[in-house]
C-alpha cells in the first residue's frame, strides 16, 4: 500500500533532507518525491509516495513525526482523500516510417503530444494518473524501444462538491434581503 503526503516547508537548504531523513530512518521507501516553489518564493511544497508495506510503523505515527520538524509548516495526508494526483512522462520511442501512423492514433487516445519528432523515434509528452502513464508505455512497447523519464506524483486535496441548487436558492435569499433593505 502506498500513502500519499502534501507537505508545506519552508524554502531552506537542508528541509528536504530531514524530512527524507524522518522517512528513512523509519524503514519508509520513497516510491516517488516531487519538490517545488509556491507562490511565495519561501514555500516549497512537497508531494510525497511511501510504501507503507515496507515499514512496521504506524502511518499516522509517521505524519505526527514529520510535523514535529522546524521547516514543515503543514503536513496533510492525501491517502484516503480524492486528492487530484497527475504524473509527467516524456517517453521516446524508436518507431519505423509504417508504424508511425498508428503510433499517433494510440498517443492521441492518451492524449499525449509529439515534443519532439525525429527521423527514427518520437518524443511524447503525457500527463494524468500513474495508471494512465503505465498503459501507454505499455502499448508503446510494441513499436520499438522505449525510453522513459517520469515525474514524481503531484496532488492536491480536491475543493469541497457544491450543491448548485442550495447555492443558488442562498443567493435567491441574499438578493431578496439585499432588496428590502433598498426599498425601506
Excluded: C, W
Aim: charged share 25%.
Amino acid at each position: 500500500m502506498q500513502q500519499l503526503i502534501s507537505l508545506l516547508v519552508e524554502n531552506k537548504p537542508g528541509a528536504l533532507m530531514r524530512v527524507a531523513g524522518v522517512l528513512t530512518s523509519r524503514g519508509y521507501n520513497i516510491d516517488s518525491l516531487t519538490v517545488a516553489k509556491t507562490l511565495d518564493p519561501t514555500l516549497s511544497n512537497m508531494t510525497i509516495v511511501v510504501n507503507v508495506e515496507s515499514s512496521t510503523h504506524d502511518e499516522e505515527l509517521l505524519i505526527k513525526q514529520i510535523k514535529r520538524l522546524v521547516d514543515v509548516v503543514e503536513v496533510v495526508d492525501l491517502t484516503d482523500s480524492q486528492a487530484v494526483t497527475r504524473e509527467l512522462a516524456l517517453i521516446k520511442v524508436t518507431v519505423s516510417p509504417d508504424m508511425r501512423p498508428a503510433l499517433l492514433k494510440e498517443a492521441d487516445i492518451f492524449r499525449a503530444r509529439v515534443v519532439d519528432a525525429a527521423a527514427t523515434s518520437y518524443t511524447l509528452e503525457v500527463t494524468g494518473a500513474g495508471e494512465k502513464l503505465d498503459a501507454l508505455i505499455g502499448l508503446l512497447h510494441n513499436y520499438g524501444e522505449v525510453e522513459m523519464i517520469r515525474s514524481g506524483a503531484m496532488a492536491m486535496g480536491r475543493s469541497p462538491k457544491v450543491d448548485h441548487r442550495e447555492a443558488f436558492a442562498e443567493a435567491s435569499r441574499v438578493s431578496d434581503k439585499v432588496r428590502e433593505t433598498v426599498k425601506l
